[in-house]
């Protein structure tokens, strides 16, 4: 086992609460100018300044009789690597021609009414193989490793019946397993109905209930239950029936809420007591309440508006109003593909108002809370994983100053170098 010392560093770090930071908490940072930390084994041992991290080397050092091995970080800002919450990034096929038809004034969810949007990427993951399906997939997660992200969830959600709900969940398994980074899979049979239920649509919910929920519980292959609770696609009682439902066999949850229509998904999720509630671009101050009651994470995904030609979800108001902000990509073939987390942040930043600190929470430390990694990533802090980047920069600001562009030198996760 070695013993990395990573010296010479700004160091910015958000630091694990009891819940996720919320209110003036949500910009609470940890720095050290001259800063340092020890990584053991993958995970972070100390950290702070030269002097304390140097006495637990000395101690580590003597105790395992090893020559730690030393990295001169050269005044660059280090940060934890981006733990993005909210992604769709098991897919076979992108859907630029959609993109085409969006920019000529079709809406998202015409679209999808007229069978294309999330119901083409169905046609696609059901016909591809899982070894397909892998690669197609794989190479999306290492774009995003490329800019930061040491932690993803991806959702299922493009396979609307029950066999390819599970291929899709046996691939995103697989992802976890052959890529560098940390994967969290949601089960989101609930993402849209099947054409071939669209004149019955209750009974694709009953298939939910009594088929896929129960054998996604039973393979143990998914931590989260999301449902797209939205106009035409799943009402508020639907929804609160799977999640209920999901609840008992043991998933936790999580909603797509309010993206498009202010439905009361913000509510449910309150009610619920959901993990996260995300887009929320429509989400009314009593459904923000709500969030801020249940201490539900609001995950906000400034790429989907910007792509959609949407306003901003309101951040400053969440914030104001004590519901803790996280910030995703939402990474997915229709209304956004994209892959970076500093482009978000610099979204976040510039179109929602958030200062870099506040983004930088959201960008990691909500994020973790946002898909239950708290205790494992989103902070700098002794016992976590040792996953962070080194930035081209003094500070965190730099993701918005250097807006467009990859303000980093690299990349690392569990104390390895992986871009
Ligand atoms: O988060 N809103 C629903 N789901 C995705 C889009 C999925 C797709 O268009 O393929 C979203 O925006
Ligand atoms: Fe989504």
Redesign the pocket.
Same mark, same amino acid.
């Given at each position: 086992m070695t013993i990395k010392f990573f010296r010479n560093a700004r160091v910015y770090t958000p630091r694990t609460g009891e819940t996720p930071a919320s209110g003036t908490a949500q910009a609470h940072i940890d720095q050290w100018p001259k800063g340092c930390f020890l990584v053991m084994n993958g995970r972070v041992t100390a950290v702070g300044t030269e002097r304390d991290v140097r006495e637990s080397l000395a101690a580590e050092a003597l105790r395992m009789d090893r020559e730690p091995k030393e990295y001169d970080l050269d005044g660059a800002a280090v940060i934890p690597g981006f733990v993005d919450p *909210?992604t769709?990034a098991c897919?076979a096929a992108k859907?630029e021609e959609e993109f085409s038809m969006r920019l000529a004034g079709k809406s998202?969810l015409d679209i999808?009414r007229a069978g294309g949007?999330?119901l083409s990427?169905v046609r696609h993951v059901r016909s591809a193989s899982e070894d397909e399906l892998f690669r197609f997939s794989r190479r999306l997660l290492e774009t995003t490793l490329h800019y930061g992200t040491t932690t993803i969830e991806v959702k299922s959600?493009?396979g609307l019946n029950t066999d390819t709900e599970l291929k899709m969940l046996r691939v995103i398994r697989r992802l976890g397993l052959e890529t560098p980074q940390s994967v969290v899979p949601t089960f989101m049979g609930a *993402?849209?109905v099947p054409e071939e239920y669209r004149s019955h649509p209750d009974d694709y919910t009953a298939l939910l209930l009594n088929e896929m929920l129960p054998a996604v519980a039973w393979q143990h292959i998914a931590r989260f239950c999301d449902v797209?609770c939205?106009e035409g696609?799943f009402s508020v009682e639907q929804s609160r029936a799977i999640l209920h439902k999901a609840r008992e066999v043991g998933l936790r949850v999580k909603m797509?809420a309010d993206?498009v229509h202010d439905l009361g998904g913000a509510a449910l999720a309150g009610e619920v007591r959901a993990a996260s509630a995300?887009?929320l671009l429509a989400a009314s101050d009593a459904g923000i309440d709500a969030l801020a009651r249940g201490g539900v994470v609001a995950v906000l995904?400034p790429a989907?508006a910007y792509s959609l030609k949407k306003p901003f979800a309101r951040a400053r108001t969440m914030i104001e109003k004590g519901a803790p902000v996280a910030l995703a990509t939402?990474l997915?073939?229709?209304?956004?593909f994209c892959e970076s987390m500093p482009f978000v942040v610099s979204l976040a930043v510039m179109g929602m108002d958030l200062t870099p600190e506040e983004a930088l929470v959201g960008a990691t430390l909500n994020a973790a809370w946002a898909i239950g990694m708290e205790r494992e990533v989103g902070s700098l802090e002794p016992g976590k994983l040792a996953d962070f980047i080194v930035l081209d920069g003094e500070s965190p600001a730099v993701l918005a100053y250097a807006s467009g562009s990859r303000p980093i030198r690299s990349v690392w996760k569990r104390g390895e170098k992986v871009a």
């Open positions: *909210h769709h897919f859907r998202y999808l949007g999330i990427s959600g493009y *993402h849209a797209f939205e696609v797509h993206e995300e887009h995904l989907t939402d997915n073939p229709g209304s956004c």
